[in-house]
């Protein structure tokens, strides 16, 4: 799940002295509002349509543009998770991706990085989803499998986040086996777990789209 697994080959880098309108015909034609700037095989940083629509020169070069978010770039060898925090971060819909001598080699979109992230999270699996609230001190994965095990049940995935109501408490979402939660809640909240939300599958909700939006949602991405 390394980010250079990732890169959309579709979308190519502009370079300094291409040109503003060059810039907007490849947005519209591969439908996206920002593209990535290479000079010399480094990455620069971001143009957007907006940026192009401020200056309202189609003929300028991209040179003259002050580019947005530089850093936005990870190295190769980074975890997809590490472009959906890096994209989150600056607010750009792609992240750049570099080899070690800080060579642009491409970009992953969010589409495809969110689309990798399901499959890690089996989202594709049938199942509930749990989200717990807790503080990191009290967090233990082991003694959270046991109990959701001592119920039948097993956790296929987990990922942790920030707790948006509470910020010294972690969000821990879980993807269970099984659809039903009720006793599961029940022994989770007897032994003094916290349960946040719940997402449980319905019959005949099978659409990738529907998944994803569901992992965005209990995700607060």
């Known amino acids: 799940m390394q980010a250079y697994e990732f890169i959309n080959n579709l979308i190519p880098p502009l370079k300094p002295n291409?040109?503003?309108?060059?810039?907007?015909?490849w947005m519209e034609e591969i439908r996206t509002n920002v593209l990535p700037v290479v000079d010399k095989g480094v990455f620069k940083g971001f143009v957007s349509d907006d940026l192009i629509y401020t200056r309202n020169n189609p003929e300028l070069k991209i040179s003259k543009f002050e580019l947005e978010s530089p850093a936005c770039f990870v190295y190769l060898d980074k975890h997809i998770y590490d472009v959906i925090r890096v994209s989150s971060e600056f607010d750009v819909n792609m992240v750049a991706v570099v080899d070690r001598e800080n060579k642009y080699l491409g970009v992953v979109t969010m589409e495809d990085a969110i689309g990798a992230?399901?499959?890690t999270l089996s989202i594709q699996s049938r199942g509930?989803?749990?989200?717990?609230?807790?503080?990191?001190t009290d967090y233990s994965l082991f003694e959270i499998a046991r109990i959701i095990e001592s119920e039948n049940a097993?956790?296929?995935s987990?990922?942790?986040?920030?707790?948006?109501?509470?910020?010294?408490?972690?969000?821990?979402?879980?993807?269970?086996?099984?659809?039903?939660?009720?006793h599961i809640k029940?022994?989770?909240?007897?032994?003094?777990?916290?349960?946040?939300d719940q997402y449980q599958e319905e019959n005949g909700i099978t659409e990738e789209r529907e998944r994803i939006d569901n992992l965005m949602r209990f995700l607060n991405i």
Do not use: C, H, Q
């Not at 291409?18 to 015909?25: E, G, N, R, W, Y």
């Not at 509930?128 to 990191?136: D, E, K, P, R």
């Not at 029940?186 to 946040?196: D, N, S, V």
């Open 18 to 25: 291409d040109k503003a309108k060059m810039a907007l015909s």
């Open 154 to 156: 097993k956790i296929l």
């Open 128 to 136: 509930a989803v749990l989200v717990l609230s807790m503080f990191m």
């Open 117 to 119: 992230f399901a499959d």
């Open 186 to 196: 029940a022994t989770l909240e007897r032994f003094g777990y916290r349960i946040l």
């Open 158 to 182: 987990s990922f942790i986040s920030n707790d948006p109501l509470d910020d010294s408490k972690i969000k821990l979402t879980l993807k269970l086996d099984k659809t039903e939660l009720r």
